[in-house]
């Protein structure tokens, strides 16, 4: 994680300005043999520009396998709220409009941002609870009385030991109110300021990049260097909530996983469990696991009961007649190895149920 080129070679292209954002530019991975890649949006701090912050990440991060937009804001002077706005079209452009849009999965999207973009970041957040992952660099101050307490987003927060700007006791209060089922971490870099994040920081990525592989890509290989914490050097405070899982792991705050529901055939099982709830809604989870033999593709049926609804659905394809929903594998999860599993999850209005869910392979 410290070297700072990743295996894929990596390209970048210009972003014109006048998609809801300032102008930018795009890094990928120039490999198209893998499938998808991850997204991640870049936005900087306030007066500054992207190309003079963050440009250094943007073949790094390419390089380990996402794509990644860094923009520029539409005014230097943008407030927190403006920079999410500008995030989330960022990513909307990447998946829809881009002329790499080919190559990432709108599944898996993630956000990054320093300084008042740090704070565009926590706004980002609780306002698209389906994004993957998010790392707030000295995330400044959003405007009003403000708290995580409704982020459901993996959400890890980089700062400066010798930050004034963005100080220890602002973020210690900030990180306190992040929701116990949310996966969290906070990284201090030792003998540093709030413009740590302005430059090449190999002990910046070193935990940036397995926060990103873990929840983005589902990657649990990555772990290892977080939990426990691999390398410490560089670092004079870390706060983790481990064992961090990816979607479709367990993890301790996560509610019990009923018993899988057998399909007729067997071919492959669902396991549901509710990853958090709210008044109103809930994020559910559902775990389809191939069974003795390897399957290409998988449908997952139940009934919604009490007057549930889903509104949106990631790593999986929805289809509904009335309160009989149904969900069909993506274009890159169907291929499933023998006693393997992908996830999909989705945002349901009403109270959570454990359904009864059927599993079926052609």
């Not at 057998?262 to 071919?267: D, G």
């Not at 499933?336 to 109270?351: E, V, Y």
Request: glycine content about 10%.
């Amino acid at each position: 994680m410290a070297a700072t080129r990743g295996t894929f070679a990596t390209a970048q292209v210009s972003v014109p300005a006048g998609n809801g954002f300032g102008s930018g530019v795009i890094y990928y991975p120039t490999d198209t043999s893998q499938g998808t890649f991850g997204g991640v949006a870049i936005v900087p701090g306030y007066s500054a520009l992207f190309a003079d912050e963050e440009a250094w990440m943007g073949h790094w991060l390419a390089s380990f396998g996402f794509v990644v937009i860094g923009i520029e804001t539409n005014s230097r002077t943008d407030s927190a709220d403006a920079r999410a706005t500008q995030l989330l079209a960022a990513l909307d452009y990447l998946t829809q409009r881009s002329p790499v849009r080919d190559r990432v999965d709108p599944n898996r999207l993630s956000v990054i941002g320093h300084s008042a973009g740090g704070a565009g970041v926590l706004t980002a957040v609780l306002r698209r609870p389906s994004l993957k992952a998010a790392v707030g660099l000295a995330p400044g101050s959003p405007v009003g009385n403000y708290d995580l307490s409704t982020d459901r987003v993996p959400t890890m927060f980089i700062s400066g030991q010798k930050d004034t700007t963005v100080t220890q006791s602002y973020l210690n209060g900030l990180y306190s109110t992040l929701p116990a089922t949310t996966p969290s971490a906070w990284v201090e870099i030792t003998g540093v300021d709030h413009l740590f994040a302005t430059r090449a920081n190999t002990t910046e990525m070193r935990v940036l990049i397995p926060w990103l592989k873990i929840f983005v890509d589902n990657d649990t290989r990555y772990t290892q260097f977080l939990c426990p914490l691999m390398d410490s050097t560089g670092i004079s405070m870390y706060r983790d909530k481990c064992p961090y899982a990816p979607p479709g792991g367990s993890s301790p705050s996560a509610s019990p996983s009923p018993s899988a529901s057998p399909s007729p055939s067997s071919a492959c099982t669902a396991g549901y469990r509710t990853v958090n709830s709210w008044p109103g809604g809930y994020q559910g989870e559902i775990t389809v696991t191939a069974g003795t033999s390897a399957i290409n593709g998988w449908t997952v049926s139940w009934t919604l009961s009490n007057g549930q609804t889903i509104n949106q659905v990631w790593n999986g394809t929805l289809s509904a007649n009335g309160s009989a929903v149904r969900v069909t594998n993506a274009s890159y999860n169907g291929s499933i190895p023998a006693s393997g599993s992908s996830t999909f999850g989705f945002l349901g209005n009403g109270t959570p149920s454990a359904p009864s869910l059927t599993c079926t392979s052609p």
